[in-house]
């Protein structure tokens, strides 16, 4: 390596080190993981589960700082394996296991989102079959976070069409985050007008949002 590539490779360490593979709630140096032990600790299960529906964690402190770097952070796959383990976990929790398909909340004329490519290695991990193509976003519609809990659910109403081939099948639906429910709701709505058998919800995280 000559000099003048090795201090360009310093460079990058360095800013790597800043900007990259430091804990993205408290900034100190984890090497490969996006929270640090002592972050990881303050997480908070998502404990109220209700049948069929499993969440890692409540979307607060350390969890919140984590999805939002997924979610608007250009290095957003530094949350990937950390992510992969949350699904697993809310996996663990959910009594049913024989899915037809893992399918990712999809957005409208996009295949490939950062939940998808997350739902994707995450079913990899799990053994389950991956079939984003099942679910299909139809309308545009505006961002949920957006808007009051009373206007979220009509925003969302009819915005999802599921493939016929669902007729009499289990899926997992997953989702980064919990709200309300009206999204997930509507996709599952959609699977269960197809004739689904029936319909899991997995999300990584869960607001502690009262309806
Ligand atoms: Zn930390």
Redesign the pocket.
């Known amino acids: 390596m000559s000099s003048l590539s090795k201090y360009l490779y310093m460079i990058k360490r360095f800013g790597n080190s800043l900007f990259t593979y430091n ?6 140096d ?1 090497g490969g993981r996006c ?2 032990k ?3 600790e303050k997480l908070e299960p998502a404990g109220d589960y209700q049948n069929g529906s499993a969440y890692a964690f409540y979307y607060d402190g ?1 969890a919140r700082d984590a999805l939002l770097r997924f979610k608007f952070g250009k290095d957003y796959k530094f949350c990937f394996d950390t992510f992969c383990d949350w699904l697993l976990l809310g996996y663990e929790k959910l009594g049913d296991k024989d899915f037809y398909a893992v399918v990712p909340v999809p957005a409208f004329e996009t295949s490939e989102t950062r939940l998808s490519s997350l739902t994707r290695k995450f079913s990899l991990l799990a053994n389950l079959p991956f079939r984003p193509e099942l679910l299909r976003k139809i309308r545009k519609t505006e961002k949920q976070h957006n808007l009051y809990a009373s206007e979220r659910r009509i925003n969302i109403i009819g915005a999802f069409e599921a493939d016929p081939s669902v007729k009499g099948k289990k899926i997992l639906l997953v989702d980064d985050i919990f709200t309300t429910g009206s999204t997930v709701n509507e996709c599952a709505s959609a699977f269960y007008d197809k004739g689904a058998e029936k319909v899991c919800i997995l999300t990584l995280t869960k607001t502690k949002y009262k309806k």
């Open positions: 804990c993205i709630s408290c900034g100190k984890v929270l640090c002592k972050c990881s350390p």
